[in-house]
């Protein structure tokens, strides 16, 4: 079976006690990190001084989602920060490619995420320069979305030029991940899943984890 990873968002976990919220999901694969900036997305939540701590403190690897203006200055610190992925919006950065090797070359993996309707076409030939392309599944900004059944297409796609070029990128899908919807994106080609409320919305966020990875598992 491919593997599925199981990235569980703490944007849905209590901010006040995030290393207690990070035990609870010690059998997930990393964690994703959703830094906003009331400016690339209408909401605001932690910054690069948070992250470091967590950084320090979290027991799985760091995977930051970076929708914030301004992120080529911003997301070489976050790889300088240690973090073991960091991924920016597209839409966001003035140079891709730059940005991608900088990451790369700070020792994070590079990831570059698409909002809904962008379209991943014009990216393709960038695969090599990534290690992860994020699929967003909702319009960035908040959890508890529903999940967007128009971007299966451009998920199947992105899966069939990855898997056309031979190169290693994985393709993570965010936004409206749950038991329902998970089967569907792997389907179509996902294989690292974030999920926020499906996870830290449960009573035992541990065993959410690995029912979201029984059902993403093909
Ligand atoms: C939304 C964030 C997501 C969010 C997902 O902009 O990027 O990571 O936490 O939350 P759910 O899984 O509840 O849709
Ligand atoms: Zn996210």
């Given amino acids: 079976p491919v593997k599925c990873c199981i990235n569980p968002s703490i944007l849905s976990a209590d901010f006040v006690n995030l290393e207690t919220e990070l035990a609870r999901i010690s059998n997930a694969d990393a964690v994703h990190v959703d830094v906003m900036d009331n400016h690339f997305v209408p909401n605001l939540t932690i910054g690069l001084p948070v992250v470091e701590r967590l950084q320090k403190v979290s027991p799985i690897p760091l995977d930051a989602h970076l929708m914030i203006s301004n992120v080529d200055r911003w997301a070489p610190q976050f790889a300088d920060a240690g973090l073991a992925s960091v991924t920016f919006h597209v839409e966001a950065a003035e140079a891709p490619?730059?940005?991608?090797?900088?990451?790369?070359?700070?020792?994070a993996?590079?990831?570059?995420?698409?909002?809904?309707?962008?379209?991943?076409?014009?990216?393709?030939?960038?695969?090599?320069?990534?290690?992860?392309?994020?699929?967003?599944?909702?319009?960035?900004?908040?959890?508890?979305?529903?999940?967007?059944?128009?971007?299966?297409?451009?998920?199947?796609?992105?899966?069939?030029?990855?898997?056309?070029?031979?190169?290693?990128?994985?393709?993570?899908?965010?936004?409206?991940?749950?038991?329902?919807?998970?089967?569907?994106?792997?389907?179509?080609?996902?294989?690292?899943?974030?999920?926020?409320?499906?996870?830290?919305?449960?009573?035992?966020?541990?065993?959410?984890?690995?029912?979201?990875?029984a059902n993403g598992t093909l």
């Fill in 97 to 107: 490619i730059k940005l991608a090797r900088e990451l790369r070359a700070r020792g």
């Fill in 109 to 213: 993996k590079a990831g570059m995420a698409l909002r809904p309707a962008t379209p991943v076409e014009p990216y393709l030939d960038m695969l090599p320069e990534l290690d992860m392309l994020l699929i967003m599944t909702v319009e960035p900004g908040f959890g508890g979305q529903a999940f967007l059944d128009v971007v299966l297409p451009k998920i199947r796609r992105a899966r069939a030029a990855v898997d056309g070029s031979g190169v290693s990128v994985a393709i993570q899908v965010d936004g409206g991940i749950t038991e329902a919807t998970i089967a569907r994106a792997a389907e179509a080609g996902a294989n690292v899943f974030v999920a926020g409320s499906a996870v830290y919305g449960k009573p035992s966020p541990a065993d959410a984890i690995d029912s979201l990875r």
